[in-house]
DNA sequence: CTAATTTATTACCATAGGGTATTTTTTTAT
DNA sequence: ATAAAAAAATACCCTATGGTAATAAATTAG
């Protein structure tokens, strides 16, 4: 990136730290941010009709997240975004960044190569959910989010992968056992 | 799109006529082309260890499908894309792609809204995975996609839905009582 | 340090969906 | 039109995962 186009991301971009249990995004409100992981985890999830709750995303070290769904389509938020674990996050206006796009064309390749390894990783994880079992997603996961059991409760993990908790404990269970 | 932008676009798309059963990426094989279909219907698909087929994903009308996981890392595909309807596409080669990015920042814009479409969609994919029962996926899934049992077998879309055909089989016995 | 709260484990039974096999229906080829 | 092949439906039983509930462990608050 150009020294002024450098420049200018950092007059937008608000560094921040937040803390476990914030709230970055609220279901039903206007989604207006988008933000970026240096240190931390960040949370995304929706809730269904019956209460339950549904993980979209974990977003560690040097990973974006929103509601994307509502981002892109500016739209009003059905996923809450929250922070698990005290991070360090640098949040993106919408509008600032969309100006950036038309000042700063080399720009629009940097957002792309975010965009193209975003749908690799959401094209892997349909495919994962599609052919593993719930042990194997679970394998996988371990590995991708190493350290995430610390701080983490079990039923996050679980809402994640797309079982309850109680089979997640089962599966944890047998693990150990061998 | 300015016209310059317009005519170059046009010296690289490739309209082509394929038919039932043409695959278009072997699995295994490079990945250096993305199809946008005009007409008809091209699926993607991987085949498991033990030979199981699981679909990625249907691209309809004005949609783009390739091997995303390996066209955006220039990797080799995992994944197989098939014409499962005879159809219209425009076949567009990455290099060239890449070549219109650099000459057209405009171009640069109109992947970013391809690419943000495909976030959204994959987003809602896995959400209604992790939230919805079969049934509810199978019946919003025939709204998504209205005509398309028409030419599809039945075991394209339960592979889609993540469940059996068997299971698909009795999810439509029970809807057809009702 | 203790009590209160949250989280995880375990047990039990229920059920959605899977696997194999058979039959029926539909499509394709001759 | 008939045979062959492919696809769909159905049946049967099985298994992974879900739901409820009770217990145990860990964390947090006072």
């Known amino acids: 990136m150009s020294p002024e186009a450098e420049e200018y991301v950092n007059s937008i ?9 914030d709230i970055l995004i609220r279901q039903g409100q206007r989604v207006e941010n988008t933000f ?11 809730v269904d009709k019956n209460g339950k709750e549904h993980t979209l995303q974990f977003a560690i070290k ?10 892109y389509d500016t739209d009003i938020a059905t996923l809450t975004v929250e922070c698990i674990k005290d991070s360090n996050i640098i949040q993106f206006n919408a509008k600032d960044l969309d100006e950036i796009y038309l000042k700063f064309s080399e720009f629009e390749i940097f957002q792309r190569k975010i965009l193209e390894r975003h749908v690799v990783s959401l094209n892997k994880r349909i495919l994962n959910q599609l052919q593993l079992t719930a042990k194997e997603r679970y394998n996988l996961f371990t590995k991708q989010y ?8 079990n039923y996050h993990i679980a809402s994640y992968l797309g079982i309850t908790q ?3 404990s ?8 061998t």
Do not use: H
């Open 13 to 21: 971009a608000k560094e921040k730290k937040v803390s476990k249990g």
């Open 36 to 46: 970026y992981v240096t240190s931390g985890c960040i949370r995304s999830f929706c």
């Open 62 to 71: 040097n990973w974006w997240i929103s509601d994307f769904i509502a981002y």
């Open 146 to 153: 190493p350290d995430i059991e610390l701080y983490t409760p």
């Open 166 to 168: 109680q089979s997640l």
């Open 170 to 177: 089962r599966i944890r269970a047998e693990k150990s056992k």
